[in-house]
């Protein structure tokens, strides 16, 4: 018990003297440094890196002090996070919700703070208007639609007249989910030719991907005709799977996938994956101009959507430039 309570000491000291030492950065400048406090998901995947890498270069490039706070995949600690930026009294929060469910209450209080709150790469549901001021991130719904549109015109080429879906689904729930899932469901159900054997969590997960395929295969077998992944992470783990079931993947079954990191375009460009969405993580930009402008009392868009595109076999794949992320 006595070191459970040194260890806390410890790490109340910790957060101290980080506060402080970003308070020292704001006395440093004598101007009234803006300071943002950014509660990130986790480190789950490529993009999320690429995420967090890119809002804490932007956040130098503007001169803005960063308080960024990892949040391990669990909405309690980005809620606490949320709870310390208010006690610290920083000008913006932002941050990127897990889940849609569930903020509320902490987002009451950042309002009689009189804190506003950025929301960046997903969306939630509240109970109540204006408790966020914006969201910066992609349109997953599009997303799903042109990974959709890829597989009409796949099945097209191929001259298929019927084609067995598995789904590998992000964390339920989250933004990018459930609207990734609608824009793909809503684009194939004009087609008669398309039928979804099954949806499976993989919760943006790689491991959760190869257990998914596992089990997806096991149950389905050689009837399998796509996989549509939620994210490269997930595609990543379920092709050695596919494999070890001695079935190719990019020829025997359809791999449409979604992020567009390196290592899924590297893939891409192998034959091993038909179709990359490309789902920027490169957010930081837009959030580091959205603070100050809101810092300034200035109004801000309500949704900035970055333009994205489609990676895919129907292009010289040589051509893709490298991704940074
Ligand atoms: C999408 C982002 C998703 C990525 C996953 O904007 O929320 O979360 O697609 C990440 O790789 O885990």
Redesign the pocket.
């Known amino acids: 018990m006595k070191k459970r309570r040194i260890a806390g000491v410890i790490l109340a000291a910790v957060m101290v003297l980080s506060l402080a030492g970003c308070a020292e950065k704001a006395d440093e400048t004598g101007d009234s440094k803006l300071v943002l406090g950014f509660s990130q998901?986790g480190t789950?995947?490529?993009?999320?890196i690429g995420?967090t890498k890119d809002i804490e270069e932007q956040a130098g490039n503007f001169d803005i002090g960063l308080m960024l706070e990892n949040a391990n995949q669990k909405q309690e600690n980005q809620i606490a996070a949320i709870r310390r930026f208010i006690a610290y009294k920083v000008d913006v929060i932002a941050f990127?919700p897990i889940v849609e469910e569930g903020w509320d209450n902490v987002l009451k209080e950042a309002k009689e703070a009189g804190i506003p709150v950025i929301l960046v790469?997903?969306e939630l549901k509240t109970s109540q208007q204006g408790l966020t001021t914006c969201l910066i991130?992609?349109d997953?719904y599009k997303e799903g639609v042109m990974a959709a549109e890829y597989l009409i015109r796949k099945a097209d080429s191929l001259g298929l007249e019927h084609v067995n879906i598995v789904e590998i689904t992000?964390?339920q729930n989250?933004?990018?989910m459930v609207q990734r899932q609608a824009g793909f469901f809503d684009t194939i159900s004009e087609d008669p030719r398309m039928n979804v054997l099954e949806s499976i969590d993989g919760d943006?997960l790689k491991s959760r991907g190869a257990e998914c395929m596992r089990y997806l295969l096991d149950t389905y077998g050689d009837t399998i005709d796509v996989v549509y992944s939620?994210?490269?992470?997930m595609t990543l783990g379920a092709l050695p799977e596919i494999e070890k079931a001695d079935f190719v993947p990019g020829q025997d079954i359809i791999i449409i996938s979604?992020?567009g990191g390196q290592e899924a375009i590297n893939v891409l460009k192998e034959g091993k994956i038909n179709c990359v969405v490309e789902?920027t993580?490169k957010l930081g930009k837009a959030l580091m101009e959205t603070a100050l402008k809101l810092k300034a009392g200035e109004a801000v868009e309500p949704v900035i959507h970055p333009e994205e595109e489609v990676f895919s076999d129907e292009q010289d794949t040589s051509l893709i430039a490298p991704r940074g992320y």
């Open positions: 998901i789950e995947s490529a993009w999320r995420n990127s790469d997903r991130g992609a997953f992000g964390t989250s933004t990018p943006f939620h994210n490269d992470e979604i992020d789902c993580p």
